[in-house]
């Protein structure tokens, strides 16, 4: 049996379809697209196995490469931003409830292994690039908070919640 997805994604105007070989399965969050310094786009999803999903462009304005799964320990929510350095990073919501995060070792190269944040969150991340080049990732909390945590310099280490 052929499995095929589509998926309408609201930055590109476009439809996405894969066969079950190349394909996160059924997505169960809607996605983030991201450019990279280079132009590719990247885009990610929360897919199948609760993992983290991701293809990208093999060129600027090119073909697309197939799915392919980062793993994760996510139950639901995935945002992603772009590094000041240009290595992208992304982030979802863990099954403990924490934030969890995995980041590109190098700008369009590989990726780290997942990573926690902390934090006890109940709703999709939501992540930017401050005026100064770091990252902030916040999500709310169930105590109806909005917590928030940043990076201490660009592309560095995170300080606590906020």
């Given at each position: 049996m052929l499995l095929v997805v589509a998926a309408t994604m609201p930055l590109l105007g476009t439809t996405?379809?894969?066969s079950a070989e190349s394909t996160p399965g059924e997505i169960t969050i809607s996605d983030t697209?991201?450019?990279n310094c280079d132009n590719r786009l990247e885009d990610f999803v929360f897919?199948?196995?609760d993992a983290l999903w991701h293809r990208w462009q093999t060129s600027a304005g090119g073909s697309w490469s197939n799915w392919e799964s980062l793993g994760g320990p996510l139950i639901y929510g995935i945002d992603a931003s772009r590094n000041a350095d240009c290595r992208l990073e992304a982030f979802g919501i863990g099954r403990n409830q924490e934030?969890?995060?995995i980041?590109?070792?190098t700008p369009g190269g590989g990726w780290s292994g997942w990573d926690s944040l902390g934090g006890i969150l109940v709703d999709r991340p939501y992540s930017r690039r401050l005026s100064d080049g770091r990252l902030e990732v916040c999500a709310w909390g169930p105590d109806d908070i909005y917590h928030c945590k940043a990076q201490v310099s660009p592309g560095g280490g995170w300080g606590g919640w906020y």
């Open positions: 996405v379809a894969a697209t991201l450019r897919g199948s196995g934030m969890y995060h980041w590109q070792t």
